[in-house]
């Protein structure tokens, strides 16, 4: 439109026609992006790859399947949450429990995420506080920087949640009476 395209034709009719053209790319590429997701999910395919949602769906079903474990526990309000795994899932309880806690991710001590830059539970003073961690998979004991972290580890549940690449599971622990930092170090001659 500056002429600054020297291989473009100068006119007005050209000028207009990439107007046009532009509008139309841009129009239709919002419409995919917006209306596609819906037309699958109506359609009974909303995990079809084409799906540019496809990696948030389930996120919601995870929300209410931990939450429906976590008011189990006696006095689960008072405990903080705690994740490991990848910062997906941190984000995901993050914004889909009903109290939007503060999640804690640990499982090293690298910066991934906005979630590395809060300080850890210890650090954070959680001393002397209970927690429930979420650990990725079907798993019957938490990683041993949990366990060495609290008093007392239960493992209450594992859940089965169903996302646009297929169904996961997630195993819930009750943790009791944070003594320590609940971070695995890794070692700096690696």
């Known amino acids: 439109f500056t002429n600054h395209i020297k291989w473009?034709?100068?006119t007005d009719k050209s000028r207009s026609s990439l107007l046009r053209t532009s509008l139309w790319i841009g129009f239709t590429?919002?419409?995919i992006f917006y209306f596609l997701p819906i037309v699958l999910q109506l359609t009974g395919n909303e995990q079809h790859k084409s799906n540019p949602n496809r990696r948030?769906?389930?996120?919601g079903r995870l929300g209410v399947a931990v939450q429906?474990?976590?008011e189990t526990i006696p006095g689960w309000e008072d405990h903080f949450v705690i994740a490991s795994g990848h910062r997906y899932l941190t984000a995901w309880?993050?914004?889909?429990?009903?109290?939007?806690?503060?999640v804690y991710r640990v499982g090293d001590d690298t910066i991934h995420s906005q979630y590395e830059l809060w300080p850890e539970p210890w650090?954070?003073?959680?001393?002397?506080?209970?927690a429930i961690f979420i650990n990725p998979g079907k798993e019957a004991t938490p990683?041993?920087?949990?366990?060495?972290?609290?008093?007392?580890?239960r493992r209450i549940d594992t859940v089965e949640v169903l996302f646009g690449n297929?169904?996961?599971?997630?195993?819930?622990?009750?943790?009791?009476?944070?003594?320590g930092p609940v971070r695995e170090l890794k070692d700096d001659h690696d």
């Open 123 to 130: 650090a954070d003073g959680r001393a002397g506080q209970n």
């Open 29 to 31: 590429l919002c419409a």
């Open 68 to 70: 429906g474990v976590r």
């Open 8 to 10: 473009y034709p100068e």
């Open 143 to 153: 990683p041993g920087f949990i366990s060495e972290g609290f008093d007392e580890v």
């Open 56 to 59: 948030m769906i389930g996120s």
């Open 166 to 179: 297929g169904p996961r599971e997630y195993t819930i622990f009750q943790c009791l009476n944070l003594t």
């Open 93 to 102: 309880l993050a914004f889909e429990l009903p109290d939007q806690p503060r």
